[in-house]
């Protein structure tokens, strides 16, 4: 069954939906310099003044921008980097799904056949939040294995090491999964050791990507859909929009990513719109409708309300 959905122009005046459309490939390809810049000014906060709060703060704040890398995938996977999509694809696939380990081209249609059937029947990332609530001791446990590397183990390294134990019984995805997985961290640890921070591909952007990316995503995942549905023919409660504060916005949900239920609501608006957007319906009267929390404290208290 598709999802319900909203025609815009009932919602906004022409110019107004003309505005919130509107791809600039300066924004968009500038999201993409900003996630590696901030990845490289963490490194070098660290490299600067070596200490184990440094070393913190670069693994938090590579790992957000891991995360950042994934979400701007997914705004490559709407054609919202660019305009042209030659441009939006290559950049979209090798600099920010390569070296977090996804692929544009395989990520694409399994999203937008999310988009189609947003908590329905056929979504693929239903079950990412159909047994939530949780008990908080349950949590605890899945947090604990994000941040332990166990989660990155199952998910990316115990794959890996199957394609390279036996390439030849894996199947031609797997293998390709892995030759991108392996082609994107020997680029980029050729990039750290040439900034003369090889050590800091493994202590820091390895590890990041191990413990706090997956830590991360996980929230992301229940902050976006988790408990936020009792209607799935309602169209403005098929997800959830988050309030972050600047701290949540640098190291849990980058790139406007917590306006979810505007993304849903109008899948074609690009991530830096999202905002004005939310504005926009707010200045109408419509955000009531919404299902909207503030701050990511109140998302787990509402996915972890599970009694044991």
Not at 255 to 270: C, K, N, R, S
Request: net charge positive; charged share 15%; hydrophobic share 45%.
């Amino acid at each position: 069954m598709a999802a319900p959905t909203i025609d815009p122009k009932t919602i906004f005046t022409p110019q107004e939906w003309e505005d919130l459309r509107r791809r600039n490939d300066w924004i968009g390809l500038g999201l993409v310099a900003h996630a590696w810049a901030l990845i490289g000014l963490a490194v070098a906060l660290f490299a600067l003044a070596p200490n184990p709060l440094t070393w913190l703060i670069a693994v938090m704040v590579v790992g957000a921008r891991q995360l950042g890398l994934a979400i701007l995938m997914h705004e490559a996977a709407h054609g919202g980097l660019s305009k042209h999509q030659k441009l939006n694809d290559f950049v979209g696939h090798w600099l920010c799904g390569v070296p977090v380990g996804a692929s544009l081209h395989r990520y694409r249609p399994y999203h937008l056949g999310h988009h189609r059937h947003t908590q329905q029947a056929e979504d693929p990332d239903l079950g990412l939040a159909a047994h939530f609530p949780i008990t908080k001791a349950s949590y605890r446990r899945k947090l604990l294995r994000d941040l332990t590397g166990q989660t990155f183990f199952k998910q990316t390294l115990a794959p890996l090491m199957g394609v390279l134990a036996a390439p030849a019984q894996a199947s031609s995805q797997a293998r390709q999964a892995a030759t991108t997985y392996l082609a994107g961290q020997v680029g980029i640890f050729i990039v750290f050791l040439a900034a003369g921070q090889g050590w800091a591909f493994l202590s820091i952007w390895l590890f990041a990507q191990a413990t706090w990316y997956p830590a991360v995503t996980r929230l992301r995942n229940i902050g976006e859909h988790a408990c936020a549905t009792p209607d799935p023919s309602d169209p403005w409660k098929l997800a959830r929009t988050t309030h972050a504060n600047p701290l949540e916005r640098l190291l849990i949900a980058p790139y406007w990513v917590h306006f979810h239920a505007e993304h849903h609501l109008w899948m074609y608006i690009p991530c830096y719109r999202l905002e004005a957007t939310h504005k926009l319906l707010k200045a109408k009267g419509l955000t009531e409708k919404m299902e909207i929390k503030q701050g990511y404290g109140q998302i787990l208290a509402l996915a972890t309300a599970r009694q044991a």
